[in-house]
């Protein structure tokens, strides 16, 4: 049964950083894409980041150039570094394993982890 486990959340000034980690494990040999997700009290899911299988990444206009996503395949785990944080990046955030297919469609699958807080004080 695969399992996804996030970290690294926390409460952070505004213009500060954070790094968020995603692990998968259970029955996978390794990640194939991964996504990053964020829900704010209120809002809907929302998509941040994705990585495939070779490495390619994409992002919302909102994280262009304050996020990077990345991967450890040795790990098989994927990380969120997140810098120039704002108010508005404070939501729960969840990383969401799929494939190629789901990284181009930006539809997510059904393997979600439990989610890590992200606050962000002005």
């Known amino acids: 049964q695969v399992r996804l486990v996030e970290s690294g959340g926390g409460l952070v000034q505004a213009g500060g950083s954070l790094r968020l980690s995603c692990t998968a494990s259970g029955g996978i040999a390794s990640i194939n894409a991964m996504g990053w997700y964020r829900q704010a009290p209120g809002n809907q899911r929302e998509w941040v980041a994705a990585i495939n299988s070779s490495g390619r990444t994409k992002y919302t206009d909102s994280a262009k150039g304050r996020f990077t996503i990345s991967r450890d395949d040795a790990k098989n785990t994927v990380y969120l570094h997140m810098n120039g944080l704002k108010p508005g990046d404070t939501a729960v955030y969840y990383c969401?394993?799929?494939?190629?297919?789901?990284?181009?469609?930006?539809?997510?699958?059904?393997?979600w982890g439990q989610g890590t807080q992200v606050t962000v004080s002005s």
């Open positions: 969401n394993l799929g494939d190629d297919r789901t990284f181009y469609s930006g539809i997510p699958t059904d393997y």
